[in-house]
């Protein structure tokens, strides 16, 4: 066999609601080129062998974050994970850990949508501006203090990473938390407050164990296990000030 | 989620056993761990503090027993053990710290995490040394 | 949402963390296997009247107290996480347990350190 027409043994973990009791593994046998991702061996399964499986993709460039999957166990994303380096074995991919399964890959994603909403992911500003008034500006300093937790693409395998939120649904998760924390770590913003009933909640920060796999796992370096551990020392300050504090100052 | 819920039918994998998955999984549960030989030893010295409190006697029995082959064999584990708690503390350690900026650059967290574990080293070390140098 | 009181043992969580990790090693060093062998330390370091004399100082009383008292506050946290991270429901139970036991201890070695004096 030249290399030109490798082929790679793909377990994929299939569940179709209205026929099967639970998930099982169906192995397709996939031929694959050397820039090959998963992604595009799950487009070749559902292609040219079997047009049941059920995934979510969209930008194939790792911005979408709609195709993140387990693939040998680990959250990754199947657009920049490369078909070659699982080569001369099998390959396992299932759905992402700690979520329900919708069908195949696809999971339910409703509990992380209403969250998000939860944190109030957006900028609430200190003192609204007039139009006429022009922008809210900030300086390069100031964009450093938050820019890393910005660029989180909501593709959740932080979440499939963080056993605290598998144990505990409840728990508000790594990625949710580092966008609580890229908001209210931007100058222009004045919604912390709002934000940190939350926060200092056993769902918020203080459901956080550090295991910081979620981290690791992270496929825009946010870092989420530091957005949020960053906070704990800011959260316990608070926690023991609340009781010295005048009535009606804010910290 | 209503409108089709009759063809729905989430299903949800058992978590238990998640820290087979990955031997990160594993590293994190051993750090955790450390607790309690942590707390062995804090009962060992709280004991001790009892038996001074009653007698030189009673404290002399609590000196012989440390100087048994198991105490020692325990204590030469329990080294181990806050060794890789030391290691594990500093590991994580940056994690919890906003970050921290020297001449215009980041300091990267394996940097923090190294400062940390010297600063162990050197303490521990003085520790000994200093009451090495005292001769009762 | 209701505010979590873990920074109350999350403090001494950490308090304990640091100092067993900054200085653990060597105490361990030196209470179990230092002295008791005579390796090089001497065993009369930590003989009757010069315990009880560091005991009744209270600078010997206040390092006693931390190392024993934070030690156990930073164990508690961690343990109570294991059980939980295995699967055992850690309820309010559990946790008052766990944290009643840390400070039985805690006051247990305040009485200790006060009944030896001065």
């Known amino acids: ?251 | ?136 | 949402m209701k505010r979590s009181n873990e920074p109350v043992f999350w403090s001494l969580f950490g308090a304990g963390g640091m100092l067993s990790a900054l200085i653990g090693a060597a105490l361990v060093f030196v209470t179990g296997i230092g002295v008791p062998l005579a390796l090089l330390l001497s065993p009369d370091l930590m003989q009757y009247q010069n315990m009880l004399a560091f005991t009744q100082h209270w600078l010997g009383k206040l390092v006693i107290f931390a190392v024993i008292a934070l030690f156990l506050w930073h164990a508690t946290l961690r343990i109570l996480l294991l059980l939980h991270d295995f699967g055992f429901r850690t309820g309010i139970g559990t946790k008052f347990i766990g944290n009643g036991l840390a400070l039985l201890c805690t006051l247990a070695a305040a009485y200790l350190l006060l009944a030896l004096g001065s």
């Open chain 1, 1 to 251: 066999m030249s290399d030109d027409n490798k082929t790679i043994e793909m377990e994929v973990l299939r569940y179709r609601p209205e026929q099967d009791r639970e998930p099982f593994f169906q192995t397709y046998e996939v031929p694959f080129e050397d820039d090959w991702s998963v992604l595009q061996g799950l487009q070749y399964i559902k292609d040219d062998l079997d047009s049941s499986l059920s995934f979510r993709w969209s930008c194939r460039m790792a911005i979408c974050g709609s195709c993140g999957m387990m693939i040998d166990g680990v959250p990754k994303l199947g657009c920049r994970t490369f078909l070659r380096n699982y080569h001369s074995g099998k390959l396992r991919v299932e759905a992402l850990e700690h979520f329900p399964i919708e069908r195949d890959l696809v999971i339910v994603v409703d509990d992380f949508m209403e969250k998000l909403a939860r944190i109030k992911p957006y900028l609430i500003p200190k003192q609204v501006r007039k139009l006429e008034q022009g922008e809210y500006l900030q300086t390069p300093g100031q964009l450093e203090q938050y820019r890393q937790f910005s660029t989180c693409i909501n593709c959740m395998l932080c979440y499939a990473a963080c056993p605290q939120y598998g144990l505990n649904s409840g728990f508000t998760g790594p990625g949710i938390l580092a966008l609580m924390h890229r908001y209210n770590a931007d100058s222009r913003d004045g919604g912390r407050d709002q934000r940190m009933e939350l926060g200092h909640s056993d769902e918020g920060v203080w459901g956080c164990a550090a295991v910081a796999y979620c981290s690791e796992v992270c496929p825009k370096e946010v870092d989420p296990a530091n957005a949020i551990n960053q906070n704990k020392m800011g959260s316990a300050i608070d926690y023991f000030l609340r009781f010295v504090r005048p009535r009606g100052a804010t910290g």
């Open chain 2, 1 to 136: 989620m209503s409108a089709q819920s009759g063809k729905r039918r989430p299903y949800l994998r058992p978590i238990s056993g998640w820290w087979k998955r990955d031997p990160y999984f594993i590293r994190y549960l051993a750090m955790e761990a450390t607790s309690i030989l942590i707390a062995l030893y804090a009962l060992i010295l709280l004991f001790g503090l009892l038996r001074l409190s009653q007698g030189e006697a009673a404290y002399n029995g609590w000196l012989e027993t440390l100087q048994s082959p198991l105490s020692v064999g325990l204590h030469v584990l329990l080294l181990l053990v806050f060794g890789y708690h030391s290691y594990s503390w500093f590991k994580i350690m940056p994690k919890t710290l906003p970050a921290i900026h020297w001449r215009g650059a980041k300091v990267p967290q394996p940097v923090i995490t190294r400062i940390g574990v010297a600063a162990a080293v050197v303490l521990n070390l003085l520790v000994i040394a200093g009451l090495a140098g005292v001769q009762p």
